[in-house]
């Protein structure tokens, strides 16, 4: 009996022995879970965020001189604007801007060559909503709206019908009418298919005057004609004649916009004159670059152009100069010269004009 009782609290023992056993080697094995200092888990985090934000590779432009081609001569609307435009941005970019008057076809030379030019950034130039509607009448157009990518719009400026101060043509557009349907009044016209043939077209079809068209190279030449009397009239933007206005050789006859405009205070609207189908024709200038253009290098030049649009010494420069500012981003531009263009499409089918045909 003794001998049993003896063996029974040996082997009790021994069982508490070996649990007791087990259980440190368990606890040997599972090691405690690392802390971390709480700055260390910050700055893993904040790593772990940057790496995530990293931005993909930013284009390293411009490095070089841009440039602008002006598909007509020196001095006119759209000379002047990209002149204008390019001393300011010249600032934002922070490289300098050359323009090239690239002329020739009426300004389609120009914009053949501004469309083939490498998308590069370095080339830009300057369109409007007849340049997507050229192809429709004009022979040798190798461009439409796609072959351009917009980067910003620089203006809009109305057509203005001027005479020579105190000639007989420098009446009201009644009198004129009467003229043009007894004897050849002429009109002279700077560039081929812009605003100014669209008034033109309007105020044969819609209300019988018929002028004889007489070519220049610019708006800037069709001035000159007038005020040495080779032409009776001529179609032309603001800036091209504000100098003549202010000097007193030219004056306005009406201006095809749904106002007067504050630098020509004395010239009234073809609307207040009894000629609402010729209430707004002009054009809308859109700087561009070739299709194609890397997109960063795009919104760079946006970025620039829109800065220099709104400089308020830009802005004093151009109202000087009787010509609006109106900056908007690449896509507005891109949506009213779309809108443009479909309103121009709609005259051409009108008057049947096909390519190769010739304003008269």
Do not use: H
Not at 27 to 36: C, L, Q
Not at 55 to 82: L, M, R, S
Not at 152 to 174: H, K, M, W
């Amino acid at each position: 009996m003794k001998k049993s009782r003896v063996l029974a609290l040996l082997l009790a023992f021994v069982m508490v022995f070996a649990l007791a056993a087990c259980g440190s080697t368990s606890t040997e094995t599972a090691a405690p879970a690392e802390v971390k200092p709480a700055n260390d888990e910050a700055q893993e985090a904040t790593e772990n965020t940057e790496q995530a934000a990293e931005p993909a590779a930013t284009v390293n432009f411009p490095t070089q001189p841009v440039k602008i081609i002006v598909q007509y001569g020196a001095g006119g609307g759209v000379d002047v604007t990209a002149r204008l435009v390019a001393k300011y941005a010249e600032k934002y970019l922070g490289q300098s801007i050359v323009v090239e008057n690239v002329t020739g076809g009426a300004g389609v030379v120009g914009l053949n060559t501004l469309a083939q030019s490498d998308p590069d950034g370095y080339t830009l130039g300057l369109i409007f909503a007849n340049t997507a509607i050229e192809s429709l009448i004009t022979e040798g157009v190798n461009y439409s709206l796609d072959s351009f990518a917009p980067i910003c719009q620089i203006n809009f400026d109305p057509a203005f019908l001027v005479a020579r101060a105190g000639s007989e043509y420098d009446t009201d557009i009644d009198a004129i009418k009467e003229m043009a349907n007894s004897e050849q009044v002429t009109v002279g016209i700077g560039a081929l298919w812009q605003a100014f043939d669209f008034v033109k077209m309007s105020l044969q079809a819609d209300y019988g005057i018929p002028l004889v068209r007489v070519a220049y190279d610019g708006g800037a030449a069709a001035c000159t004609s007038v005020v040495s009397g080779d032409t009776d009239l001529a179609l032309v933007f603001p800036n091209e004649w504000v100098s003549y206005y202010n000097s007193g050789d030219l004056n306005g006859v009406a201006v095809a916009a749904p106002e007067r405009l504050e630098a020509f205070p004395n010239v009234p609207t073809f609307k207040e004159l009894g000629y609402d189908k010729c209430e707004s024709f002009g054009v809308r200038r859109m700087l561009v670059a070739p299709a194609g253009t890397d997109p960063q290098v795009l919104a760079i030049l946006e970025d620039a152009f829109l800065q220099a649009l709104n400089d308020p010494e830009l802005f004093a420069e151009y109202a000087e100069l009787g010509m609006s500012c109106v900056p908007a981003s690449a896509d507005e531009a891109y949506a009213s010269i779309s809108s443009d263009a479909d309103a121009l499409k709609a005259l051409i089918e009108a008057f049947n004009v096909k390519p190769g045909d010739a304003p008269t």
